[in-house]
């Protein structure tokens, strides 16, 4: 708006505006005018503009006083027309963040070429259908506290603008605005049906990340680190699922998982106790064992050396005979010898971890009685002394017996560890009193003790 002063209330007047266009005045006694965007410069000019605003003052002068010299005055003031500016605002965040206890920077950016410009930022967040104002200031930061935002919420900003002199803006209140998205943070638990097992075992212990309780359960990455007893595993670092076999790798076993948005570390860890077990393995240094009866002694130790464990200490060997002693300082094992000749095998059974572990080991014990070769026998069918009976055989079960008269001629042979024994006959027919010789070649001794035995035999009648 222009206004004129100082002249007389009988001036008549006429506008123009840049010399060509007129400018509408109510009347020709109008003494100010108003110049409008539309009718006089364009609004989308980019480049400032100076303008000149004419004003005649007519003063009624006649035609006859215009021809003497007297001329109506005019008067011209110029007019600067500033180009609008356009001011934008971008709001910078990133919008993926970790809940619920992430608080999350964001900022305002203003984007003008006007110095100098006065802002005030109002950020806010809209939740559903709820709009929160957070701050209104000048600071261009906002810093949303953990736990306000959640998965879905808007975070928006709008710059309020005031120009300074000579400052023109193109549009105001610009607004920009932030769609954010929440992820839980990874669980860090981990599955496991069976923590304990056998060495060995072509199942293994199965270490699996739990995964089920994230939301977004396809933003998961591999950002996994496995550690043991506290120390770090890297062998399996990266991977949601881990195979365990081996008695080293036993121990308490826990997992740092991060995704590419929560990235935690210092989050409570569920330790999962993995127990492999060494199977244990022993040696039978003599099998056949053969275990002699001595008047006077009753107690043998079996030759059987528990090899294994060797990291993990067998806390029980269990051998379950009952006719083993089992001594808890000694891991060997003790027999009582019997008063009869026979063969028995037994199983030795070893378990660690309570029966985890089990292994079987058979012993072949071969009990005995000393040998005795008697020089004479009475087969005269009264029940006493009728047979020629070796005992102590069993301990040399491929015995050959051979018994000849004086004069060297064959009266009996057996090659079958003398199991069928004489009777003191010869092809069937009663051999008369007499002496005899015999040779008996013990062998088959589990022990090496093979030897032959001569001497010579009475047969009373």
């Known amino acids: 708006s222009f206004i004129l002063t100082g002249h007389s209330d009988v001036e008549t007047f006429s506008w123009s505006w840049d010399n060509t266009l007129p400018v509408k005045t109510t009347n020709s006694t109008t003494d100010s005018a108003v110049i409008t965007q539309s009718s006089h410069w364009d609004p989308n000019a980019s480049a400032d503009k100076v303008y000149t605003l004419k004003v005649d003052l007519l003063n009624h002068c006649s035609d006859t006083a215009k021809k003497n010299g007297i001329l109506p005055v005019a008067k011209s003031k110029q007019v600067t027309v500033f180009a609008p500016v356009e001011v934008r605002v971008k709001l910078k965040a990133t919008p993926e963040f970790c809940m619920p206890d992430q608080a999350v920077p964001f900022d305002a950016d203003s984007i003008t070429t006007l110095p100098g410009l006065k802002r005030t930022y109002v950020f806010s967040v809209i939740s559903g259908t709820n709009t929160q104002v957070v ?62 097992i056998c060495e060995n075992n072509p199942n293994g212990i199965r270490l699996i990340v739990d995964q089920k309780s994230t939301i977004k359960g396809s933003r998961w990455d591999k950002d996994i680190k496995w550690s043991k007893d506290g120390t770090p595993q890297p062998q399996f670092d990266g991977q949601f699922e881990i195979v365990l076999r081996s008695i080293d790798e036993s121990g308490n076993y826990t997992v740092k998982v991060a995704r590419n948005v929560c990235k935690d570390t210092s989050r409570t860890l569920i330790a999962q106790k993995v127990r492999i077990y060494e199977k244990p393995e022993a040696t039978v240094l003599v099998n056949p064992f053969p275990v002699p009866y001595t008047e006077g002694v009753n107690i043998y130790h079996m030759p059987v050396i528990v090899t294994k464990p060797i990291k993990d200490t067998l806390t029980k060997s269990e051998y379950f005979v009952t006719t083993w002693l089992e001594d808890p300082n000694n891991p060997t094992t003790l027999l009582v010898p019997e008063k009869e000749e026979k063969e028995i095998t037994y199983i030795l059974t070893l378990e660690t971890g309570k029966g985890v572990c089990l292994t079987q080991v058979p012993v072949t014990v071969v009990y005995f009685l000393p040998l005795d070769i008697p020089n004479a026998f009475s087969p005269n069918g009264d029940g006493l002394n009728d047979n020629w009976v070796i005992t102590g055989l069993g301990k ?66």
């Open 135 to 196: 701050q209104t200031s000048t600071l261009d930061r906002y810093l949303a506290p953990a736990g306000l935002l959640k998965d879905g919420d808007v975070v928006s900003v709008k710059l309020i603008p005031d120009a300074v002199p000579k400052q023109c803006i193109a549009y105001t209140n610009p607004v920009d605005s932030k769609v954010m998205e929440g992820f839980d943070y990874p669980p860090s638990d981990i599955e496991n049906l069976t923590p304990v």
């Open 396 to 461: 040399y079960p491929n015995t050959k017996v051979k018994v000849y008269n004086r004069w060297g001629s064959s009266m009996y042979v057996d090659n079958d560890g003398y199991r069928a024994v004489w009777n003191g006959t010869h092809n069937g027919v009663p051999l008369p009193t007499g002496t005899y010789y015999y040779i008996v070649e013990l062998k088959g001794s589990p022990d090496n003790t093979d030897q032959n035995r001569t001497g010579s035999l009475t047969i009373i009648r």
